[in-house]
């Protein structure tokens, strides 16, 4: 009886261990609708920190960081071929989309606010002579940063509430082709959510009239956050009608954006979208106590570096191919030494012949 209890103990424990570390790993998700053949993700359940997702689109897009990633969802991929664009959906209300199976997803660890200023900031500082778009937008809080060629390819794009809600009622507007079931024209909050998805038909739309830009050298960034969703919930409540049907119309919308701008880029380009039901609150002062200052001290007792520099890369590749053309250089004058002939070829020679027959 004894054996019994401690083995019904001993489950209990595992499914309380169990449950702890589920509640750590959020029901966000992160999913990679469009890659081309150069990005590989891999297929599985690796939970992807949240902090960490500007560097998933970084490395994706062949920049380095400055923290080593091991997150095994990301593979290498090809080196020398690397996307022109990245898109990067936010989409705040929901933890999980019902997305098509073809694309890949990874559940979310510590949802916190993130933000891709680092990659725009690497891309406007290798690329600065060239004409790279970079659009960061957030329509329901009109925030808009644009760097590049951005400002004049989208410069009639709605980026206010009040210009989100002129442009609904225009002529072109998705209103006359999209199935608004439960959702009304007349209600604010139904009003706001169709306004974002006015904005990713407009940004594809603007972007076909400057085709030239997606087929040049420079990256491109796209990164977009949509609260609709969330307004809906808390309108009607998540489990009613209208909000199903904002779900399943923002997912064909998401889908058919995705499409568009991966063909846009000839199918070169990565479309990525992050699903959250609520961002925590970060840690807005972090500390170091003595404690962890020995224990950092003990797993490294011989200080040594850290083992990957920023520009390993660029240092590799200036390395690798300064070694081969200096190989190829060595081999091709070896060649010319060996079969040449003394008599004829060389300088030293035929001077001193001559002076052998004047005298």
């Given at each position: 009886m004894g054996c019994r209890g401690g083995v019904l103990w001993s489950l209990e424990v595992a499914v309380l261990v169990t449950s702890a570390c589920l509640a750590s790993v959020s029901g966000d998700e992160?999913?990679?609708?469009?890659s081309p053949q150069s990005v590989v993700f891999r297929d599985g359940s690796w939970p992807i920190p949240g902090e960490r997702i500007p560097d998933v689109a970084a490395l994706s897009m062949g920049f380095s960081v400055e923290e080593?990633?091991?997150?095994?969802?990301?593979?290498?991929?090809?080196?020398?071929?690397?996307?022109?664009a990245t898109v990067l959906v936010t989409v705040k209300g929901v933890d999980k989309l019902a997305l098509p199976v073809k694309g890949v997803s990874y559940p979310i660890e510590n949802a916190v606010p993130f933000s891709l200023d680092s990659v725009a900031n690497a891309i406007h500082t290798l690329f600065s002579e060239e004409t790279p778009v970079v659009l960061q937008l957030a329509p329901s809080e009109e925030r808009v940063y644009m760097v590049g060629k951005a400002n004049s390819v989208f410069e009639d794009l709605s980026v206010t509430l009040r210009q989100l809600r002129n442009r609904l009622f225009q002529d072109n507007s998705i209103l006359g082709s999209l199935p608004l079931n439960s959702l009304s024209r007349n209600n604010e909050v139904d009003l706001l959510f169709l306004s974002e998805l006015q904005v990713l038909h407009d940004i594809a739309s603007l972007l076909s009239r400057h085709k030239h830009l997606a087929k040049d050298h420079s990256p491109d960034l796209y990164s977009?956050?949509?609260?609709?969703?969330?307004e809906v919930g808390?309108?009607?409540?998540?489990?009613?009608?209208?909000f199903k049907d904002a779900s399943q119309i923002l997912v064909d919308s998401l889908q058919k954006f995705a499409d568009e701008m991966f063909n846009l880029y000839s199918g070169n380009a990565v479309v990525e979208v992050v699903a959250v039901k609520a961002f925590n609150s970060p840690n807005?002062?972090?500390?170091?106590?003595?404690?962890?200052?020995?224990?950092?001290?003990?797993?490294n007792p011989y200080n040594l570096a850290y083992p990957y520099n920023y520009n390993y890369s660029v240092i590799f590749n200036?390395?690798?191919?300064?070694?081969i053309g200096l190989a190829l250089a060595v081999i091709v004058i070896s060649y010319n030494l060996w079969n040449m002939d003394p008599g004829y070829d060389s300088i030293i020679y035929r001077m001193t012949n001559q002076k052998i027959r004047m005298d």
């Open positions: 992160f999913s990679v609708l469009r080593d990633l091991s997150w095994p969802g990301l593979a290498v991929g090809d080196l020398f071929h690397r996307p022109r977009l956050e949509l609260s609709g969703l969330e808390k309108r009607y409540g998540e489990d009613s009608q209208q807005i002062r972090k500390t170091r106590s003595i404690l962890q200052s020995s224990q950092s001290e003990s797993d200036i390395i690798l191919w300064m070694m």
